[in-house]
DNA sequence: ACCTGAACACCGTTCAAGT
DNA sequence: ACCTGAACACCGTTCAAGT
């Protein structure tokens, strides 16, 4: 059995898939949700807050993906690329999702706050094991940071089509790829 | 002698930076510029078609403070260095502008596509120039992108609030900082 | 506790009309 | 060629009312 409120999220990431932002409008959702315009306003405060519940969903699917694709891997730095590679394809494939998750959010929301906080927990903790394996060099947040900030931007640089509009090496997937490598082969910087 | 054209593109940009996206209204625009809330038809298609005249605007600022940070140091990679940074601290300084411009277009739009071109251009020599001494190894164009992506990438995760909430360490200043001073120092990858 | 329908203020866009 | 005012369809949000 699915709640209201359930039933109302779903319906907004359909319709942000099927027709971008500018189609999820209140009364789409409630239409979608089988449940009149102003429903929604029952179950959260107005728009943002449902949106946020969306991001949040979304980000802990996306930290879902990115585990499972580590656990196939069985190398320190293998965990680390499948992960970020995961982070890339799964924005590439949901283009809408990605925009709407890492936009911008004024006030508190606190679901996605926590959301967001596990993911970044769980790209450290794949950092920091590979580290301490000696498989990567450098401060291991600082690394992490770096990896997550790379492809988080190749990929939001792709989506604009600024990116590797000239050159068909440059994709977010090499990018992510070619910086792994280098940190993994780089001296300590003497910081 | 100011065109309406110019004056629309001002009040928007103004509108932006002073109330965010929400606050760039047909209406308000048209009050601000002191004419009709319909009177940017004339001179643009759409909305959206106002709206990339001023990212366009603000890209190629942009760019002219990317050249001009680079031109005051001497060094190859200082050049690069500086002109990232100043990347960054724009982006910083400017949020709403920064979201817009490198937000999602679509459509043509010839004059924002003729500044990214001219913006991708001028990093792309940069990085170019540092490799041919051999400061910078690896393929350029691709060493480029990494900086690029990466620069855009935490800047963009810095503003949603999801970089460095824990550690101070972590900035977008540093993490570019950090980037060129890795690949400065390492082996070219074996491709 | 949850939902509805009417209403309000606002928006982008179109159109006939003015100079 | 450029601008205006009225109008249209739509939106988020509020509110009184129903169960």
């Known amino acids: 059995?699915?709640?209201?409120?359930?039933?109302?999220?779903?319906s907004a990431a359909r319709l942000l898939?099927?027709?971008g932002p500018s189609a999820v409008?209140?009364?789409?959702?409630?239409?979608?949700?089988?449940?009149?315009?102003?429903?929604?306003?029952?179950?959260?405060?107005d728009k943002q807050d449902l949106l946020a519940a969306v991001a949040a969903g979304e980000l802990r699917a996306l930290?879902?993906?990115?585990?499972?694709?580590?656990?196939?891997?069985?190398s320190a730095t293998g965990k680390v690329?499948?992960?970020?590679i995961a982070y890339v394809r799964w924005a590439q494939a949901h283009p809408a999702r990605f925009k709407l998750t890492f936009g911008s959010?004024?006030?508190?929301?606190?679901?996605?706050?926590d959301a967001a906080a596990t993911a970044v927990e769980s790209m450290n903790k794949g950092v920091s094991f590979a580290a301490s394996q000696?498989?990567?060099r450098g401060d291991p947040e600082q690394s992490a940071a770096l990896i997550w900030a790379l492809g988080h931007g190749a990929v939001d640089l792709s989506l604009s089509g600024h990116l590797g509009k000239r050159s068909r090496a440059i994709t977010p997937e090499r990018l992510v790829k070619l910086l792994i490598q280098t940190l993994s082969e780089s001296e300590p910087p003497q910081r």
Chains 1, 2 share one sequence.
């Open 105 to 113: 959010w004024e006030g508190e929301h606190d679901e996605l706050a």
């Open 134 to 136: 000696g498989a990567l």
């Open 63 to 74: 930290t879902r993906a990115m585990k499972s694709a580590a656990a196939r891997r069985t």
């Open 1 to 10: 059995m699915m709640t209201t409120r359930q039933l109302l999220i779903r």
């Open 25 to 45: 409008t209140l009364r789409a959702v409630g239409a979608l949700a089988g449940v009149s315009h102003n429903a929604p306003y029952k179950h959260f405060a």
């Open 17 to 19: 898939d099927e027709g």
């Open 81 to 84: 690329e499948a992960s970020a």
